[in-house]
């Protein structure tokens, strides 16, 4: 089969990353007899210097051509002036918005392999295998108004936290397609005891609930659901949140894993079907990393195993997902490990020896 996709590094350690990510697509390739048509393009920091902008409309019309857009990570110092007009960030913020990419799935697994890499107890993270499912299209990140404006009393700054029924609700129910799909236990996420919209939230998901009879669900404030992350992560299957507490608390989950280096994500504008094709955009949740940026040992298997979801919710390939997975699951019991993860970093691989060895795994 032949597909596109549209590759956008990014800044920082993101094109280091992407680079493996797309040997292993290629060797997909040539495994399964695939074809994958790649096109590059700038986006966030670099697009900022080069063209001006984060995203240019060209862009845009690239991403949302493609079958599928494999993203990086933007932002970074040089670009972080508060003052400045435009963000890097700006640039990914604008493609999941206009591809209504609204459910962004992530998935938090702890590696048997590298239970002792974790900051945590070995014995808190066994059985360590969830979902968080993180609204990504409204919220705080996009509601209007939006702005810094000078009072007499000084500057002021403007936030908007709105959520309509209908964002809530869809969101919702790729949870409980999920949770159905795997254990029948479906945790959402407010703080419905001090915001309106999450007691909308957590109203919606009750109703909801009654057309999924099967699913047991759960509600959980946010602070408490922090807590319970750390102390007792075996106890979430799959969990939902809105966009800002599904951004802190999957940077949270995954000092589970050991590494953010690890965790990849799907972005999808409809519940996730294996096998299907449906449009998506694929990252892994870590960001730039500016302070190991060119240095060549930044963790290649977030973006790896990023191209693994991609082959799975995209392109229809799910025998091919697999073996990503089943590669990367190789390599770590071989011992290979990225500094990040690694007992004695002097002998830690590089990003470009775990892409290969993963590579060459399939
Ligand atoms: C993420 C990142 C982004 C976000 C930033 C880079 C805008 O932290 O994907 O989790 O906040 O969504
Ligand atoms: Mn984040």
């Not at 970074?76 to 435009?86: H, R």
């Not at 945590?120 to 108004?145: C, N, Q």
């Not at 936290?161 to 945790?187: C, D, H, M, N, P």
Request: charged share 25%.
């Amino acid at each position: 089969m032949e597909f596109d996709i549209a590759v956008l590094s990014g800044d920082g350690i993101g094109p280091e990353v992407i680079a493996e990510g797309v040997k292993v697509l290629e060797k997909v390739g040539s495994r399964f007899g695939h074809r994958f048509h790649l096109t590059y393009d700038d986006v966030g920091g670099i697009a900022i210097d080069k063209h001006g902008v984060p995203l240019r409309p060209e862009t845009m019309e690239m991403a949302r051509d493609a079958d599928a857009v494999l993203f990086g990570a933007v932002g970074g110092p040089k670009w972080d002036d508060p003052k400045a007009g435009v963000r890097p960030e700006d640039g990914i913020l604008e493609i999941r918005k206009a591809l209504s990419l609204f459910a962004n799935i992530r998935p938090v697994k702890v590696f048997p392999d590298l239970v002792e890499s974790s900051v945590l107890k070995p014995g808190v993270l066994h059985g360590v295998d969830m979902v968080v499912i993180r609204e990504l299209t409204g919220g705080l990140y996009y509601a209007l108004p939006k702005n810094r404006r000078r009072t007499r009393r000084g500057w002021t700054g403007v936030d908007t936290l709105r959520y309509s029924q209908a964002e809530i609700e869809r969101v919702l129910r790729v949870g409980f397609e999920l949770a159905r799909r795997r254990s029948g236990k479906l945790t959402s996420v407010d703080k419905a005891n001090v915001l309106e919209t999450s007691r909308l939230w957590r109203q919606v998901a009750t109703e909801l609930g009654e057309e999924y009879p099967d699913v047991e669900l759960e509600h959980i404030l946010v602070d408490n659901c922090a807590m319970q992350l750390i102390q007792r992560p075996s106890r979430f299957d799959v969990i939902v949140a809105e966009n800002t507490f599904g951004d802190i608390l999957t940077d949270e989950a995954a000092v589970l894993t050991a590494s953010m280096g690890l965790l990849p994500s799907a972005s999808l504008a409809e519940i996730p079907t294996e096998g299907r094709r449906a449009r998506g955009l694929y990252e892994p949740i870590h960001g730039t990393a500016p302070d190991i940026a060119g240095r060549g040992i930044a963790n290649p298997i977030a973006a790896i195993l990023s191209v693994a979801l991609m082959l799975r919710y995209s392109l229809g390939l799910t025998e091919e997902a697999a073996v990503v997975e089943q590669a990367v699951e190789a390599a770590l019991d071989e011992g290979l490990r990225t500094p990040d993860i690694a007992a004695q970093p002097e002998s830690a691989t590089t990003t470009t020896q775990m892409g290969e060895r993963i590579a060459s795994r399939l």
